[in-house]
Every structure is written in structure tokens, then in C-alpha cells.
């Protein structure tokens, strides 16, 4: 039986993880499982991280100047 679809307005996107990556996801997955007593899937963990970091702003600040660190000490001009 399938799963029914609980996201409105939802959008299909696809993403590229390492294998080491994938199989630690599917270890969450079933640890998370066993602790909620129902079945959680890698794709309902990546869509949680994603909205935990997403809906507050200070930690979607932070991501954001720890994925834009490479670029400013590149751009930093030494006089």
C-alpha cells in the first residue's frame, strides 16, 4: 500500500549524497524508527534538518556565512 502524500503544494527535487553519506542517513532513519515507533524515512530526515536550520534566522545566518567562508578569505586583499 502506498504512502499517501502529506506535503501540499510539494515539489520533486533530487540531490547528489556520497554512499558513506547515504548509509549513515539510513542508520538515522532506522534509529528514528525504532525510537518513534513508526517508520521514518531518509527523505522525511533531510526535509526536517532542512526546516530546522531553514525557520530560525540565526542559524540560517550562520550556515550561510560557513558556506560563503571560502569565498571572503579568498577576496581579502593584503595590503
Same mark, same amino acid.
Given at each position: 500500500?502506498?504512502? &499517501? !502524500? %502529506?506535503? !501540499?503544494?510539494?515539489? #520533486? #527535487?533530487?540531490? =547528489? /549524497?556520497? &554512499? @558513506?553519506? $547515504? *548509509?549513515?542517513?539510513?542508520?538515522?532513519?532506522? $534509529?528514528?524508527?525504532?525510537?518513534?515507533? +513508526?517508520?521514518?524515512?531518509?527523505?522525511? $530526515? /533531510?526535509? !526536517?534538518?532542512?526546516?530546522?536550520?531553514?525557520? @530560525? *534566522?540565526? +542559524?540560517?545566518?550562520?550556515? %550561510? +556565512?560557513?558556506? &560563503?567562508?571560502?569565498?571572503?578569505?579568498? $577576496? =581579502? /586583499?593584503?595590503?
Amino acid at each position: 500500500m502506498a504512502r &499517501r !502524500n %502529506f506535503l !501540499n503544494d510539494a515539489l #520533486v #527535487v533530487s540531490c =547528489k /549524497i556520497e &554512499r @558513506d553519506m $547515504l *548509509n549513515t542517513l539510513h542508520d538515522l532513519a532506522a $534509529l528514528e524508527s525504532l525510537h518513534s515507533g +513508526r517508520t521514518v524515512s531518509v527523505q522525511e $530526515l /533531510i526535509r !526536517n534538518a532542512l526546516e530546522y536550520v531553514y525557520t @530560525d *534566522n540565526e +542559524r540560517l545566518r550562520e550556515a %550561510f +556565512r560557513r558556506s &560563503r567562508s571560502h569565498v571572503s578569505k579568498r $577576496l =581579502k /586583499i593584503k595590503y
